[in-house]
């Protein structure tokens, strides 16, 4: 609520003189004089006479919301209008079997890197993200979308998919390119996650990288697991039956390529980074979730409306009780 026209506040000063008046007049009021009030004094005062300043009261306030009704009261309406210029992601997400290893004890490497993913979605608005997967082989697990919670549901969904023991970053890359290239965001944005060197597909990552950037897509390379040999679950199986019947935790040799890694991002105009445990590998999605923000514009419009015809309607029927008031119950006889 604002006045349209404050100025006319000032008229409220025209109180002041009426008061003046009006205590002037009291005190100099014709008197009949009496040579014993004792009499007189013992009768109880009338309630009308304890009030009988009460028609000036109604007067000055009911000029005071005329006044107030003059400086046109206004409510005012606001509207916010929300333009955002969104960020396209693409996560990609290795499911060889590398990811079982369990340097990330107690969990292997596919399960801290989906718990990981899914704490970066939640804090991201207002853009569209798509899921794909990779081993030997790579397709998209969810399209772009904004729906964070069908997404999320697709990222605890992810196990170690029947894509061959192999890691193919080259072919990832292509099938994570052709998800975004052609989206109309600003910013597009590919998050590859690996714990391996590129070692099958017919698409050699590194170009793979330039073609994505002449697309306009920047991407971030992440490399999992710690160096040298790692603990993994080797599966027993029965030599007659084909079934898996145990497992048996083996060291194996971690074979991440970081100088790929590095020419990947580093063609794209991304980053590298490198996680050998779960704190650093959250931080490392803090830092990107920060470096590729969402710019939003707001712009507020208000809308104001008359209220100014209560507070006349008052000061009216204020004033007419005024007038009612010193013609009946407060008539005075000069």
Request: glycine content about 6%; overall charge positive.
């Amino acid at each position: 609520m604002h006045l349209k026209n404050p100025w006319l506040l000032l008229l409220l000063l025209a109180w002041i003189p009426m008061a003046w008046v009006y205590i002037r007049r009291e005190r100099s009021r014709p008197a009949v004089r009496f040579s014993d009030l004792s009499a007189i004094k013992k009768i109880p005062a009338s309630r009308f006479l304890l009030l009988r300043h009460a028609p000036f009261a109604l007067r000055l306030a009911g000029i005071g919301l005329l006044v107030v009704a003059l400086a046109r009261p206004e409510k005012g309406t606001s509207e916010e209008e929300v333009t955002t210029e969104g960020v396209d992601i693409v996560l990609v997400l290795d499911v060889s079997f590398s990811m079982r290893s369990l340097d990330f004890q107690p969990n292997n490497r596919l399960f801290v890197a989906k718990e990981t993913v899914k704490d970066f979605i939640k804090k991201r608005h207002n853009d569209r993200i798509g899921l794909v997967i990779f081993a030997k082989r790579a397709y998209t697990k969810c399209p772009l979308t904004l729906d964070y919670n069908v997404l999320t549901q697709f990222v605890d969904k992810i196990d170690f998919e029947d894509f061959g023991d192999a890691t193919a970053i080259g072919t990832a890359i292509a099938t994570a390119a052709n998800r975004i290239k052609d989206t109309p965001a600003k910013s597009k944005v590919m998050i590859l996650l690996t714990d391996g060197g590129n070692n099958f597909g017919e698409i050699a990552p590194v170009a793979a990288a330039k073609a994505a950037a002449e697309l306009g897509i920047k991407i971030y390379t992440i490399g999992v697991g710690k160096e040298g040999q790692v603990p993994y679950p080797a599966q027993m199986v029965d030599q007659f039956t084909g079934k898996v019947v145990g497992t048996q935790i083996q060291m194996i040799q971690s074979d991440l390529d970081e100088q790929l890694l590095a020419d990947i991002a580093g063609a794209t105009g991304g980053k590298f980074f490198r996680a050998q445990n779960a704190e650093k590998l959250r931080e490392i999605y803090d830092t990107i979730d920060k470096m590729e923000k969402t710019q939003i514009k707001t712009k507020l419009y208000t809308s104001y409306a008359d209220r100014f015809f209560p507070w006349l309607i008052a000061g009216c029927l204020l004033l007419f009780a005024e007038s009612l008031l010193s013609h009946t119950w407060f008539r005075r006889i000069p």
